[in-house]
């Protein structure tokens, strides 16, 4: 074999696995819920009354379900808990499930993110009642937004949190 057919069988291998790391490293249809990954430490207030509110975040993605585990801990003296399941849908976008000692089992739906901002909405009879935005304010910083509807059009803003990410 000569120098030259050598050189030519290297640029073929080098271009072949050029595109299978290429390949692999296509994000999935939920592949940018993996940003959120660790812990956040969150702070914020009630808009009703005021009154603060603590929490840390924690987000866990499982590349092979190309799902994201979420868990909201409200610190003392809040007692909000809940175990969340973000993931794509098959229909398009993608969906979530929450699970709190206060509302019970509640589905969301999203169609991804819109620049800076992932928003979740759930439906109640066909129209938006619930609605949580993450919005992203930097390396390592996001402010969560929720907000409720009693009529389907207008949210009312309930409550907010400025997260950081904790360092690993």
Avoid at 73 to 83: F, G, K, L, Q, S
Avoid at 94 to 119: C, H, K, M, N, Q
Avoid at 120 to 128: A, C, I, K, S, V
Avoid at 136 to 155: A, C, N, Y
Wanted: glycine share 12%; hydrophobic share 40%.
């Amino acid at each position: 074999m000569t120098n030259r057919n050598i050189r030519v069988l290297c640029l073929g291998f080098a271009a072949a696995a050029a595109m299978v790391t290429a390949a692999a490293a296509e994000p999935g249809p939920a592949q940018g819920l993996a940003g959120f990954a660790g812990a956040w430490r969150c702070e914020g207030r009630f808009i009703s009354n005021g009154a603060s509110i603590a929490s840390t975040l924690t987000f866990d993605w499982s590349e092979a379900a190309q799902a994201l585990v979420v868990r909201h801990d409200d610190r003392p003296p809040n007692a909000y808990h809940a175990v969340e399941l973000w993931s794509f849908d098959k229909g398009g976008g993608l969906s979530a499930t929450i699970a709190d000692g206060f509302s019970g089992v509640r589905r969301l739906v999203s169609p991804g993110w819109e620049g800076d901002v992932l928003t979740w909405t759930r439906l109640q009879d066909g129209r938006p009642a619930e609605r949580f935005a993450y919005r992203r304010q930097g390396p390592g910083k996001m402010l969560v937004e929720w907000s409720v509807s009693r009529d389907g059009t207008t949210f009312r803003l309930g409550d907010t949190l400025n997260c950081e990410r904790l360092k690993s």
